[in-house]
């Protein structure tokens, strides 16, 4: 009898972690968020190509490449050298994994739904897995290894690890969590924080010498194709739009003070357009 109990509401716990709740939006918000993510997954994936082209034939970008890293030898401080080192370890495929990992397990237990935690975890795992095929596909050398402040790194570079694990965990956080409530003051903090880690990373690998700047930019592109990605596949799962029904028994409408802002901002809308 007990044990039965414990299993029934174990079950419906399980149940209600996996719902997920669904917003309502206005149809231009949705048209919207599928063009904006088919435009990331395009564009990256036409840009991370034609990187990848120029550094395998050794022409258009490679040029850039080398003057870069004569230019960032050139600006060496030991102070500089130690930041750098900080930010290398930080954003490392040691520390990375852990923090997602904390992040991710943190989130599902103190979140009413997995949904968002969940789409964070697979798409850092597949971002993890498109940067190992690539750099094995593409094999391209590092700078050279005297040029490098911490360590000896023989794998190959294009594209970097830490600069795409960096961008998708920022990029992928900033989106799941300002898209369920945005607002201006949200979207641009989110913003400002991204750009700012994400650039401190590409400028540290290439200030420490593991890699070259394509590697870095591809990085972004690829980036960019995760970030479309989850949009694409988020919008699918959990935006509807004024006369389409909720449905499923692991689907919700969005609850508590953000529906009504959410819906009181459709009816606004409506009217303003009519």
Known sequence: MGESVVAATTGKGLRAKLTTEERYVPVHVRRN???SSLTLITLGTLLFTSLALQVV???????ADRSTEVWFVSIRTPFWTTFNDVLAVMFGPISLPIVVLVVTVLWIVF?????RPLVLAGAMTLGVLLVEVLTRVVQRHRPPIDLMLFGKDTTF???????AGTADFFLLVAYLL?????TRGRTAAGIIVSVTVISSQVLSRLYLGYHWLSDT?????LAMVILGLVMAIDTRRTV????????GELS???TEARRTRIIGAIRSAEFAAS
Request: proline residues 7%; glycine residues 10%; contains cysteine.
């Open 33 to 35: 968020l599928y063009v």
């Open 57 to 63: 034939d050794n022409v258009g970008i490679v040029g």
């Open 111 to 115: 979140s009413k739904h997995a949904w």
């Open 157 to 163: 570079s294009f594209p970097s690890g830490h600069v």
């Open 178 to 182: 300002i898209s369920r409530n945005p």
């Open 217 to 221: 930019i591809a990085s972004l592109c």
């Open 240 to 247: 509807r739009t004024p006369g389409e029904k909720v449905t």
């Open 252 to 254: 919700k409408v969005q």
